[in-house]
């Protein structure tokens, strides 16, 4: 009891600490949604022009990336408003550790579906081998979502990556040491 107690006072001194490794984190995923967002803007802008000037699973290979995209979009832009939107002083030391693992475990997730995306691109692929009633539709779609899988599990991969080994450096800066008579925080520059 006594100590849960004492460990109390420990946010005040390390604040700044973690307001800082927040607002990096925060810059590091709001690169990633530029990325993303740019990646998308490219992909519907070549979409649109692939789907209306190209024939058969070409056609379909831009319209997917149209329609792939405009999610991507979507997510970049909601990421990007709530990143910009919320106050992260606000937010207590555990909340700010909270969030930044929650987006280091959604990337790892992410990237796991982003390996059955390219699966199921691949099955798509080879089914268009065999199909009587779309094999176009499907050897293009299925062409599609193996790059955009393809992509994303780079984009997610590094940005987990990027994400851990900030936290890594924070925890490793952060010491917190015992004496029967204090609890001392320390961080390191």
């Not at 973690?18 to 990325?35: A, D, I």
């Amino acid at each position: 009891m006594l100590i849960c107690i004492l460990l109390l006072g420990i946010p005040a001194i390390a604040q700044q600490d973690y307001q800082q490794f927040y607002s990096e984190s925060l810059r590091n995923m709001n690169t990633g949604m530029y990325v993303l967002g740019s990646w998308a803007i490219l992909n519907m802008t070549t979409g649109i022009y692939g789907m209306t000037t190209r024939e058969g699973s070409s056609k379909y290979f831009y319209q997917m990336n149209l329609f792939w995209n405009t999610v991507n979009l979507g997510i970049a832009g909601f990421a990007l408003y709530n990143n910009l939107t919320s106050d992260a002083s606000l937010l207590s030391d555990q909340q700010v550790l909270d969030k930044h693992f929650k987006s280091e475990k959604l990337f790892l997730i992410n990237a796991g579906l982003d390996v059955l995306y390219m699966a199921g691109g691949a099955f798509m692929v080879h089914k268009s081998k065999s199909s009587v009633k779309r094999p176009e539709l499907l050897k293009g779609y299925g062409n599609s979502i193996i790059l955009q899988g393809g992509f994303l599990l780079v984009f997610d991969a590094a940005m987990y990556f990027i994400q851990h080994a900030h936290s890594n450096q924070f925890l490793e800066n952060l010491q917190i040491s015992l004496a029967p008579q204090a609890i001392q925080l320390t961080y390191r520059f």
